[in-house]
């Protein structure tokens, strides 16, 4: 087995996400050709990234993300950090040789997904994107019902992203909130992962219709560095720039109709994500807070057809790397594990694995669209070709 020099650049929430998945993956993938070597952190908060090189066991620590740009030790690089640097950080890193692992939606715009995916295919290096919800065994085994024609002809689906992260009137006024380093709101953050989900399980999205909202119009200005969805009651109001939700109803290709909607401040919901997918003989659901669940009905019933609950095992996706039998959970992390073993595969492979830069491409189109459709109140039509 040989070695990978790794670095993190961004050290929240999600950049611990990631280094935790380089770390664990020779304990579900021994035979992984590369092991990751965890070599550099870079995080502009004063501190964090001594800290994480202390808890983690990075060899170095750098507040300047250019510095691990020019590390030669450096063959891959996570970037974790706020959307508003996912152009200028992952082109660099491309540019410079280094495989990219980068979080969606890949910048603020279809064009910066576009800069980065081309600066990916440019230098030759491999690349890949954190579309985590597609990596769950259940996600890929309803893809594969479905592309099997198990459930008949698809006709309809819902797709759906609720949580209350931001419902909090006190919830700080960090970059998520503003254009200018967000970007879009609840449509980058929650609906990117719908448009991935949507498909990638049903194809080419043709042409939509959107309306969005914004619900909580001020929160206050953090007084210091914040991580996560932090809270900064007393502080100086500011206005909220992006939506808070979003709703679009989806003409797929095949002739499928769609709903997908998102929102960032559903009181009582706490990162209900899902889907719905009916077709001429079956239907298949599944929702992320019961992940190894799905909910398939199937057969020539039609009318009061059941659906039954099938218990995902080691038969269904990458399950047999963590658990030995159905019925046994996987979490929110070992998605990232498995999205961080096929970003190696793909560098010791030389060919993609799991959701890549293109992929992130045609979810921003389906977002940009989104806008274009929220602002004009009319239907839209998305570009196949990303």
């Given amino acids: 087995m040989g070695t990978l020099g790794v670095a993190v650049v961004g050290f929240g929430w999600m950049g611990r996400v990631h280094t935790r998945a380089y770390a664990r993956l020779p304990h579900h993938y021994p035979d992984l050709p590369l092991r990751p070597e965890l070599l550099a952190v870079a995080e502009e908060v004063p501190g964090r990234a001594e800290r994480a090189a202390e808890q983690y066991g990075f060899a170095t620590a750098t507040r300047d993300w250019r510095a691990v740009a020019a590390d030669p030790r450096v063959r891959a690089v996570s970037v974790t950090t706020p959307n508003f640097l996912h152009r200028e950080i992952g082109v660099a890193m491309a540019e410079a040789g280094k495989h990219l692992w980068i979080e969606k939606p890949v910048g603020l715009t279809a064009e910066d997904a576009r800069a980065v995916a081309g600066a990916v295919a440019g230098a030759g290096v491999r690349g890949a ?23 008949g002809t698809v006709t309809h689906a819902r797709f759906r992203l609720f949580s209350d992260y931001a ?116 239907a298949v659901r599944w929702d992320f807070r019961r992940m190894n669940e799905l909910g398939v009905g199937r057969g020539t019933a039609y009318q009061d057809q059941p659906l039954s609950t099938v218990y995902v095992g080691p038969g269904h ?39 890549t830069p293109a992929d992130a491409v045609h979810s921003a189109v389906v977002l940009d669209a989104m806008a274009r459709s929220a602002r004009s109140g009319t239907w839209v039509a998305v570009d196949a070709r990303g």
């Fill in 167 to 282: 419902a909090h009137p006190d919830s700080a006024l960090t970059w998520r909130y503003e254009r200018a380093r967000g970007g879009s709101g609840v449509l980058g953050d929650l609906a990117s992962h719908g448009a991935d989900l949507a498909r990638f399980l049903l194809g080419d999205i043709a042409s939509l219709v959107a309306d969005t909202a914004v619900f909580v119009p001020e929160r206050a200005r953090p007084a210091a560095a914040t991580a996560g969805h932090s809270r900064a009651a007393g502080g100086v109001p500011g206005r909220v720039e992006n939506e808070d939700y979003a709703s679009c109803l989806l003409r797929f290709a095949s002739g499928a109709r769609g709903v997908l909607e998102a929102c960032r401040v559903s009181v009582g919901e706490q990162n209900a994500y899902g889907f719905e997918v009916h077709g001429t003989r079956g």
């Fill in 129 to 151: 994107v954190g579309f985590t919800y597609r990596n769950a065994p259940a996600v890929e085994t309803a893809r594969e019902l479905i592309a099997a024609g198990e459930l």
């Fill in 317 to 355: 996706g990458e399950f047999a790397a963590f658990q030995p039998g159905a019925g046994n959970a996987m979490g929110y992390d070992d998605l990232k594990v498995i999205e961080a073993h096929r970003f190696l595969r793909s560098i010791a492979e030389g060919v993609p694995y799991g959701a």
